[in-house]
């Protein structure tokens, strides 16, 4: 079993930043891939971005390259996404999910998640 807890969700105005952090326990292992993804009322889950735990690949959606970043701390048992340059079109609730099985690398696509998170909102105001 993994346990994940999002946090750091809020409301900015747009061009604003936001770092998201997804607090992973339980049975993770050591080339897992962890992912976050959004969805906004009336439309489906989208991925963002992923990373696997060993830090050693990441993968970002088109949508949102070059604006944010995925990171894992091992320490804390953590993974950020660190949002930059916000748009109102990133207004969406976001979660962290985790696949819980060994990874040769990440994957925007929900179905092979089986862990997820309660999800954090984010909103942008333009």
């Known amino acids: 079993q993994v346990q994940l807890v999002e946090s750091g969700g809020g409301s900015v105005q747009a061009g604003g930043s936001l770092r998201l952090s997804c607090a992973v326990s339980?049975?993770?292992?050591?080339?897992?891939?962890i992912g976050w993804f959004r969805q906004a009322p009336g439309k489906e889950h989208e991925g963002v971005a992923a990373?696997?735990?060993?830090?050693?690949?990441?993968y970002y959606a088109d949508s949102v390259k070059g604006r944010f970043t995925i990171s894992r701390d091992i320490a804390k048992n953590t993974v950020y996404l660190r949002m930059n340059t916000l748009k109102p079109e990133d207004t969406a609730m976001y979660y962290c999910a985790a696949v819980g099985a060994r990874q040769t690398y990440p994957t925007l696509s929900p179905q092979y998640y089986n862990y997820w998170g309660q999800g954090t909102q984010v909103t942008v105001s333009s």
């Open positions: 339980g049975n993770i292992y050591t080339n897992d891939c």
């Open positions: 990373i696997l735990t060993d830090g050693s690949i990441t």
